[in-house]
Nanobody, 115 residues
Framework: QVQLVESGGGLVQAGGSLRLSCAAS????????MRWYRQAPGKQREFVAI???????NYAESVKGRFTISRDNAKNTAYLQMNSLKPEDTAVYYC?????????WGQGTQVTVSS
């Protein structure tokens, strides 16, 4: 059973930075594709970023150039470095991975960006 635990959220002013972490257990992390999603109040959960097992990444247009996804396979951890934060980035951020059977989600970490 895969378990994901996010951390690193908080309150930051617009223009600031945060780094989120997603610690994984229960799987061969180095083989997992890892994703970050976010959900703002009253909105659907949306895709933010993805990183393959080989380190290739892709981003939602809304965060491209500001956010960077990375991974440390030795620590079984994925990261989301968020720079130049905007109030519209305020949301609960979730990490995600999948196997043949199901999706796995963490509990989420709150990011609040004040204007």
């Amino acid at each position: 059973q895969v378990q994901l635990v996010e951390s690193g959220g908080g309150l930051v002013q617009a223009g600031g930075s945060l780094r989120l972490s997603c610690a994984a257990s229960g799987s061969d992390f180095s083989r997992n594709v890892m994703r970050w999603y976010r959900q703002a109040p009253g909105k659907q959960r949306e895709f933010v970023a993805i990183i393959s097992s080989g380190g290739n990444s892709n981003y939602a247009e809304s965060v491209k150039g500001r956010f960077t996804i990375s991974r440390d396979n030795a620590k079984n951890t994925a990261y989301l470095q968020m720079n130049s934060l905007k109030p519209e980035d305020t949301a609960v951020y979730y990490c995600n991975t999948k196997d043949l059977l199901k999706d796995y989600w963490g509990q989420g970490t709150q990011v609040t960006v004040s204007s």
